[in-house]
């Protein structure tokens, strides 16, 4: 048996910055897009721009060897939340989680096909590429909690894209791992991201008709943040670093939150909020902060009043 490779770390994480305004954003590119010339090419777009490289500097880059990935359960670990919905299937649903799929349906919860994307393709109904690939209109997806459900014909699937998701990482797909400590709004950020899918379309590395969203993932909000240095932040010698040395981690424990706290907070992110309005809100933490500041996501985490699934 071949020893598992290790990452490989070409710059080193320093650790948290205290500077106001500026986050840590993890960009990672999936496997549809690895090879020699990726990194390069996508910090070629920063430099080239003033916009970006005047706010933007890298803080940490690695290459995470796909069985070093494999071996840890990195991806099942970042998925966790999805993957309880997709094995548990309906069955994992909330009470509000219920009405909304009745609401936005107008088919009753209790009588729908509603299976987990694993028991959709167990059944031997569907094909793990098929759930993936079929297409069907948008008002047949329906996101909520953080979860997708895809309606194809009479069925409903959790979570369609997890068999693929979990197939298309193996061993033999390496990731790379960037983290920009930025000043930009997340708008102009989701430009950089979309200037970087040009780019790696130009150069060959990416077909043009992959959506962006399959090429690489970067980090929409302070908690998703979170979640990717949970997973992604490696020392060089493949020491998983301690999620209290990032950013918004530092942040929220300056804040008086304990470490404990803020990591369950991640793992169990479904969470009932109170609105400013008075009204209850349930969601995914994670969602629920997407384009925040980190004072507006530690408001938000300080408005949750239950953890419905913990």
Same mark, same amino acid.
């Given at each position: 048996?071949s020893?598992v490779?290790i990452?490989?770390?070409?710059?080193?994480?320093?650790?948290?910055?205290r500077?106001?305004?500026? *986050?840590?954003?993890f960009?990672?590119?999936?496997?549809?897009?690895?090879?020699?010339?990726?990194?390069?090419?996508?910090?070629?777009?920063?430099?080239?721009?003033?916009?970006?490289?005047?706010?933007?500097s890298l803080v940490?880059?690695?290459?995470?060897?796909g069985?070093?990935?494999?071996?840890?359960?990195?991806?099942? *670990?970042?998925y966790?939340? $999805?993957? @309880?919905?997709?094995?548990k299937?309906?069955?994992a649903?909330?009470?509000?989680?219920? +009405?909304?799929?009745?609401?936005?349906?107008?088919?009753?919860?209790?009588?729908?096909?509603?299976?987990?994307?694993?028991d959709?393709v167990?059944s031997?109904?569907?094909?793990?590429?098929? #759930?993936?690939e079929?297409w069907?209109?948008?008002?047949?997806?329906f996101?909520?909690?953080? *979860?997708?459900?895809?309606?194809? !014909?009479?069925? @409903?699937?959790?979570?369609?894209?997890m068999?693929a998701?979990?197939?298309?990482?193996?061993? *033999?797909?390496?990731?790379?791992?960037?983290?920009? $400590? &930025?000043s930009? &709004?997340?708008?102009?950020?989701?430009?950089?991201v979309r200037?970087?899918?040009?780019?790696? =379309?130009?150069?060959?590395?990416?077909d043009?008709?992959v959506p962006?969203a399959?090429?690489?993932?970067? &980090?929409?909000?302070?908690?998703?943040q979170?979640?990717?240095?949970?997973?992604y932040?490696?020392d060089?010698?493949? %020491? +998983?670093?301690?999620i209290? %040395?990032?950013? @918004?981690?530092?942040f929220?424990?300056?804040k008086?939150?304990a470490?404990?706290s803020?990591?369950n907070? =991640?793992?169990?992110?479904?969470?009932? @909020?109170?609105?400013?309005? !008075?009204?209850?809100? %349930?969601?995914? #933490?994670?969602?629920?902060?997407?384009?925040? &500041?980190?004072?507006?996501?530690h408001?938000?985490?300080?408005?949750?009043?239950?953890q419905?699934? =913990?």
């Open positions: 048996m020893a490779r990452p490989t770390v070409v710059v080193p994480y320093g650790g948290p910055t500077e106001e305004g500026l *986050q840590d954003r960009v990672y590119l999936r496997p549809e897009t690895n090879g020699v010339m990726v990194e390069s090419v996508l910090l070629k777009v920063i430099r080239a721009d003033p916009r970006y490289r005047e706010h933007i940490y880059l690695a290459n995470l060897p069985d070093f990935i494999v071996r840890n359960r990195i991806v099942e *670990q970042h966790a939340s $999805r993957l @309880f919905f997709t094995r299937g309906k069955a649903f909330t009470p509000s989680m219920r +009405r909304r799929f009745t609401q936005y349906f107008h088919v009753d919860f209790e009588s729908a096909t509603l299976l987990g994307a694993f959709a167990a031997g109904r569907f094909r793990w590429d098929e #759930l993936f079929v069907v209109e948008p008002h047949d997806l996101e909520m909690n953080g *979860q997708t459900i895809k309606r194809i !014909g009479d069925d @409903f699937i959790i979570n369609y894209d068999p998701l979990l197939h298309k990482n193996n061993k *033999q797909t390496d990731i790379a791992v960037m983290v920009f $400590r &930025s930009l &709004s997340y708008p102009d950020f989701q430009e950089l200037l970087m899918g040009a780019a790696l =379309v130009e150069h060959g590395i990416l043009e008709r962006l399959r090429a690489f993932h970067y &980090s929409k909000g302070p908690f998703e979170l979640l990717d240095g949970l997973g932040l490696y060089g010698n493949a %020491e +998983r670093l301690p209290a %040395e990032t950013s @918004f981690c530092d929220l424990m300056r008086g939150l470490l404990g803020i990591v907070a =991640v793992r169990y992110p479904i969470m009932q @909020f109170r609105a400013p309005g !008075g009204d209850l809100v %349930e969601e995914d #933490l994670l969602v629920y902060t997407f384009g925040e &500041s980190y004072e507006g996501a408001a938000k985490l300080m408005s949750a009043v239950a419905p699934l =913990v």
